[in-house]
């Protein structure tokens, strides 16, 4: 038996047609050579095809200024515009915009951004099939002072598939041109828009932007591995959000937008004429360089997975309810005052149940880098004395750590109506004032590991059904205030 040659077998492959079925699927596969005439797409959609030689759907094929025989003729790198600020602008802002007219027909083809820095002046609206490029540091729209896509609130977003948007990135052409603008912008909409998934993008990593993503009236949202880079927010959602994901979500910023009127804050989630977002998840996600990594204001059934911050002012500001786990607020090196954790219900402002149950669990409060005024320095700070009391807050197995009085208290809390401290660790000498400063009604504070420090814990003189649990904690000093010490199981160690 003669030995099998693989030479042979595809010279043997030509005589029957089998390497003629392969050129053909190579043939297929490239943008340059697949020429068309004018698709029913885009001639529903009133656009003229220029250039025939690109597939239905690269901008290219639209494209009718000097700056495409420039691509072709490979002048510019990957990093260079392929347009100018001048009217050039305009001729590439219709080719991606033609792009996405004819995407938006029956039989329209998707959206190609291909390599290079594409310098746009006004805002995309973008086509129900997404758009995708070569990678988020090839094919790059730069926007010339606008937002990059802007979903209009009249758009029909009711079908089932995911709009995706993937594999570009989105910068500001230089300086300070965008630092009041989004790089994805939905606008109100009566009806809510479903399908929306963004993957495999930059944005601002060559010249910052104001903000990633303003979402609002929304159903069905997955976003990740989108990374940012010298922008104020990378979320905001205001009102009705329901059903989105966020991982590997991450913005650091070396220069945090100082001037832009964005709030520099990671996530920022508001509400909007009585509705609010629900069943959000943010997961492995990262916001460094701003002033408040999480802004939570309104919303039902929240996670915060693994969600790593370093701020200036608070790691986390939370008003509605939500659950943390295994998350880590950090100190950044300009703070002056700063709090790991605030959680506030203020009176007639925020939507929340009335026992909203926000847990944080396994959360690592670091203020390494110590604030300039530790004495308004907190890892948690529960409650005000002018808010609405809080209800139903756990915290449990955190760590509470950081320089050498570095903050005032550990944990502080006032006008609590229920709480659960348990099983945490603080690190000793960390505190200028304890390790907990506790007032409330109903409190179970059990196993948490303070050697060295002071717990304090009164109920304010409520006598109507102000009880609780204090066990098994380690720490110098326990200090209680209860109207009624009978109605309290106490264990010091």
Not at 243 to 260: G, L
Request: glycine share 10%; hydrophobic share 35%; proline share 3%.
């Amino acid at each position: 038996m003669s030995k099998f040659n693989r030479r042979n077998f595809i010279r043997s492959a030509s005589t029957i047609g089998g390497i003629g079925i392969l050129a053909s699927t190579q043939t297929s596969l490239s943008a340059t050579t697949n020429r068309s005439s004018l698709t029913s797409a885009e001639a529903a959609s009133g656009i003229t095809a220029v250039n025939e030689e690109y597939c239905p759907g690269d901008i290219r094929r639209y494209l009718t200024t000097s700056d495409l025989s420039r691509y072709k003729t490979g002048e510019l790198t990957r990093y260079n515009e392929y347009s100018s600020e001048t009217a050039n602008d305009q001729d590439v802002r219709y080719a991606l915009q033609a792009a996405h007219d004819q995407g938006d027909q029956v039989g329209g083809a998707r959206p190609y951004l291909p390599g290079g820095g594409w310098v746009i002046s006004a805002s995309i609206y973008p086509c129900q099939l997404g758009m995708h490029g070569e990678s988020s540091l090839n094919s790059v729209i730069r926007c010339n002072g606008c937002d990059a896509f802007v979903i209009q609130g009249h758009i029909d977003w009711s079908g089932r598939p995911a709009r995706v948007f993937e594999k570009f990135g989105i910068n500001s052409l230089h300086g300070d041109l965008c630092k009041d603008n989004w790089g994805f912008k939905f606008e109100p909409a009566t009806k809510n828009k479903i399908g929306f998934t963004v993957r495999d993008l930059e944005i601002g990593i060559k010249g910052p932007f104001g903000g990633g993503f303003y979402l609002t009236n929304l159903y069905r949202a997955h976003i990740e591995n989108v990374g940012m880079t010298d922008i104020s927010c990378m979320v905001q959602i205001v009102g009705r959000v329901v059903q989105a994901t966020f991982r590997n979500v991450m913005s650091n910023n070396d220069d945090p937008a100082s001037s832009t009127v964005i709030s520099p804050y990671g996530i920022n989630i508001q509400e909007k004429e009585g509705l609010v977002c629900e069943n959000i998840v943010f997961e492995n996600c990262a916001y460094i360089g701003g002033e408040i990594g999480i802004y939570h204001l309104a919303g039902a059934h929240i996670e915060f997975l693994n969600f790593d911050t370093e701020t200036t002012k608070y790691g986390a500001f939370i008003e509605a309810e939500c659950y943390m786990h295994g998350s880590i607020m950090g100190c950044s090196k300009d703070a002056n005052e700063w709090t790991g954790i605030k959680r506030i219900k203020r009176a007639g402002y925020g939507i929340s149940v009335p026992h909203d149950g926000t847990i944080f669990d396994s959360v690592d409060v670091n203020t390494l880098n110590r604030p300039s005024l530790p004495n308004s320095s907190y890892g948690f700070d529960l409650g005000d004395d002018s808010a609405q009391m809080i209800h139903g807050v756990i915290i449990k197995n955190c760590r509470i750590r950081g320089d050498q009085a570095s903050m005032a208290d550990g944990i502080r809390g006032r006008h609590l109506r229920e709480a659960t401290i348990e099983d945490n660790l603080f690190r000793s000498d960390c505190f200028i004032g304890r390790a907990m400063n506790i007032d409330g009604r109903r409190l179970f504070i059990n196993r948490n590991s303070c050697r060295g420090e002071v717990i304090e814990v009164q109920d304010g003189d409520r006598n109507d059904n102000a009880c609780g649990e204090i066990k098994y904690n380690d720490c110098r000093t326990l200090t209680t205030n209860l109207s009624e010490p009978s109605k309290w199981q106490i264990v010091d160690l």
